[in-house]
C-alpha cells in the first residue's frame, strides 16, 4: 500500500502538531488512491463520475455523522481529481472545529448542478472553529492554505458564512 509507511508514522507519533500533519497527509494520499482507483475501473479515464469519487472520500474519512447529497456530476478527471482534495480540505477543516456545545456532531456535503455548466460543492458544520482569533486576524490554517490554491487552480470562487449561533458553511462553486 503507497500511503502503509506514513500510516505507520502515524501509530508512532506522540506529538499532536506530527499526527495532525501525518492524518492529514495521508487522508490526502487516500483521496487520490480513491480517484485512480474508480477511474481504473471505468472505460473513459478521462472523465470521473464526481458524486461517486466525493461519496469515497467522504467514505475514507470514516466520519459516520458526515451526511451527504450528491447529484451525477460526470467532470474531466484532473478537475474532479482536484475537487476530491478539496471536499478532503473541507472535512479536515471541518473536523479541527470544536463541538464540546453540541449534541451529535453534524457535517452536511452537497453537491449538485444548478446550470448546465456550473457545478456547487457546499459543505456546513455545527462546530464551531477553534481557530477564530487566527481566521479574525486574516491568518489561514494549513488546510485553508491547501483551499485556496485548489479554488484557484479550479478556477472557481468559495465563500464562507461562519455567524455565531449558525452551522459554519462554506460553498465552492466553479465551471464545468
Do not use: W
Not at 53 to 70: E, G, P
Amino acid at each position: 500500500m503507497v500511503n502503509a509507511p506514513l500510516k505507520h508514522d502515524l501509530e508512532e507519533a506522540e506529538d499532536t502538531t506530527a499526527v495532525n500533519s501525518l492524518s492529514a497527509t495521508n487522508s490526502r494520499i487516500q483521496s487520490l488512491i480513491d480517484a485512480h482507483s474508480l477511474l481504473a475501473q471505468q472505460q473513459e479515464a478521462d472523465v470521473i463520475e464526481l458524486s461517486k469519487y466525493l461519496a469515497k472520500v467522504v467514505q475514507a474519512s470514516q466520519a459516520f455523522y458526515v451526511h451527504t447529497r450528491f447529484e451525477e456530476i460526470h467532470l474531466n478527471a484532473n478537475k474532479g481529481i482536484l475537487c476530491g482534495l478539496l471536499l478532503n480540505e473541507f472535512l479536515l477543516d471541518a473536523f479541527m472545529c470544536d463541538y464540546s456545545n453540541v449534541e451529535e456532531k453534524e457535517i452536511a456535503v452537497s453537491l449538485h448542478q444548478p446550470e448546465e455548466n456550473r457545478m456547487v460543492l457546499t459543505l456546513s458544520n455545527n462546530g464551531v472553529r477553534r481557530d477564530k482569533k487566527a481566521v479574525a486576524k486574516g491568518e489561514h490554517t494549513e488546510s485553508k492554505n491547501m483551499i485556496q490554491a485548489l479554488v484557484s487552480k479550479l478556477k472557481g470562487e468559495i465563500s464562507y458564512k461562519d455567524a455565531p449561533g449558525e452551522d459554519a458553511t462554506c460553498v465552492f462553486r466553479m465551471p464545468i
